[in-house]
């Protein structure tokens, strides 16, 4: 699920419960200036709000997250909440945490939902989106979630209003995704026989993602924890084995279930096997940037920053169990009591086995693991919720962050030299290290480039 860190990630969880709701508008006025969220939309609304709020209570209700029910109950842990909301069969109901305001829904059936006052116990928070920077970061990345989404959904309106009811973007509904991207870009995108998009472009404002799942734009995909790379544009899955849909800083991530091994023929797990790594024999340095190997009868490159990045990575993974430790800061990090309201045993136990020491104003330790200062606010806070929410993972995203830029920090470089023992020396390496073929940031390390009609030698020469 995603995680409520910014206001940009609160609307997105909004307008995805709108479309959850099979609503044909939706509206979202994202006022920084005023500290507030407003989304209105057309869907079917919501049955009983009573039951919405009750932590771990039925929400098996019309329009309330059927990725992730329990985002509405959480919401009041950090903002004030007002929310009106009116069913087909005519039934209005309001509820408000915190001070109510003037809010309307002018459609048939639909819900509105007014959030002020966000994060105002956070100070760590307020910091961030009143910066000016962060403010036009924020605003950009919320629109590049609305365009992305919105190829999904062509048959959706989506109107975003800034502060001072500047609006920002009008997606009005349209008959097709290539309609869509055309009144996105202003570009035509190129389309394969079978209708799909197959075009991917950076804009300013606008960056697409890298593949399609189910029609969805997507950059990255995980199937059950484990990562992995797509070696096709466009791939269609089960409905059923998609989990969730995550909209985070990285981009829009899709969730599978790991039970349906069937779409893994989709997936380049890893195209150069282990068993070809570990039998690969050295044949030259080649450009002062790959090395260049054999096994039967192909011709490999092994691209030696990728491979040592690989390599360190694995060392510091296995190393970071046990060489970490709380690293006092000089000047704590002030955090306000609310700062832990979402959070329980489970969460306070995890931070301080990794190495944050806190209390109720402020943080006074964070983990140094591996010789690297992990002062990552907004990464102790995601890793802190996964814990409360039963979703810890093993190593917390913003130790392992440190740690990838760490392995790439310490490679050997591109243009490096490097000799024939150190060459074979990094073949035999990576053989050994856990997933040899992807780099830290999961990029290919080997791959084929030649076939011999007979097994190739170093000395046939290049």
């Known amino acids: 699920m995603s995680e409520l860190i910014d206001h940009s990630a609160i609307a997105s969880e909004l307008v995805m419960n709108s479309i959850d709701a099979n609503a044909q508008n939706i509206t979202v006025t994202l006022d920084l200036l005023l500290n507030q969220i407003l989304v209105t939309d057309d869907g079917e609304g ?9 932590k771990g209570g039925n929400t098996n209700l019309n329009g309330v997250y059927k ?9 009041i842990s950090i903002c004030d909440v007002d929310i009106l909301s009116k ?5 209005i109901q309001r509820k408000t945490f915190g001070d109510e305001h003037y809010i309307d829904n002018y459609y048939e059936s639909g819900t509105t939902i007014l959030l002020t006052k966000i994060f105002s116990n956070n100070l760590i928070r307020i910091k961030e989106f009143t910066d000016p920077k962060n403010k036009l970061s924020l605003i950009n990345r919320f629109k590049r979630f609305i365009c992305t989404i919105s190829l999904r959904f062509p048959h959706i309106s989506f109107i975003i209003f800034s502060s001072c009811q500047n609006q920002i973007l009008n997606l009005p509904k349209v008959e097709s995704l ?3 991207f055309i009144q996105i870009t202003g570009v035509k995108p190129q389309i394969l026989p079978d209708g799909k998009i197959m075009s991917f472009v950076d804009f300013s404002l606008n960056s697409f993602e890298k593949f399609l799942v189910n029609d969805f734009p997507c950059n990255r995909l995980f199937l059950g924890y484990e990562e992995v790379k797509i070696n096709e544009k466009c791939i269609q899955v089960k409905e059923g084995s998609v989990i969730d849909y995550i909209w985070d800083r990285d981009g829009l991530t899709v969730m599978l279930s790991n039970e349906n091994q069937k779409v893994t023929k989709n997936f380049d797990t890893n195209e150069v096997g282990d068993v070809v790594i570990r039998n690969l024999e050295y044949v030259c340095v080649w450009d002062r940037k790959f090395i260049l190997a054999t096994f039967q009868n192909k011709l490999y490159s092994i ?3 990728a491979a040592h990045e690989r390599i360190n990575l694995s060392k510091l993974m296995k190393r970071c169990f046990t060489e970490r430790y709380p690293k006092t800061l000089k000047r704590p990090m002030m955090i306000h009591e609310s700062f832990g309201i979402s959070f329980n045993e489970k969460s ?7 190495g ?13 693991v591996c010789g690297v200062e992990i002062d990552d606010a907004d990464g102790m806070i995601k890793y802190a919720i996964q814990c409360s929410t039963g979703n810890e993972p093993e190593i917390p995203d913003c130790i392992l962050d440190a740690l990838r830029t760490r392995a790439c920090k310490t490679a050997i470089k591109f243009g490096e030299f490097i000799d024939e023992i150190r060459a074979k020396s990094l073949i035999y390496e990576l053989s050994i290290s856990d997933r040899p073929n992807h780099c830290a940031h999961g990029r290919t390390v080997v791959a084929p480039i030649l076939d011999f009609d007979r097994p190739f030698s170093k000395f046939d020469g290049i």
């Open 178 to 180: 290539e309609k869509r």
């Open 87 to 91: 069913t087909k069969d005519g039934k």
């Open 67 to 75: 990725r992730n029910k329990s985002h509405l109950s959480r919401l």
């Open 348 to 354: 306070y136990e995890c931070l301080r086995k990794w």
């Open 356 to 368: 944050w020491k806190f209390n109720c104003k402020e943080v006074t330790a964070v983990p140094c």
């Open 303 to 305: 691209d030696q920053h």
């Open 46 to 54: 919501i049955q009983n709000l009573n039951a919405v709020f009750i």
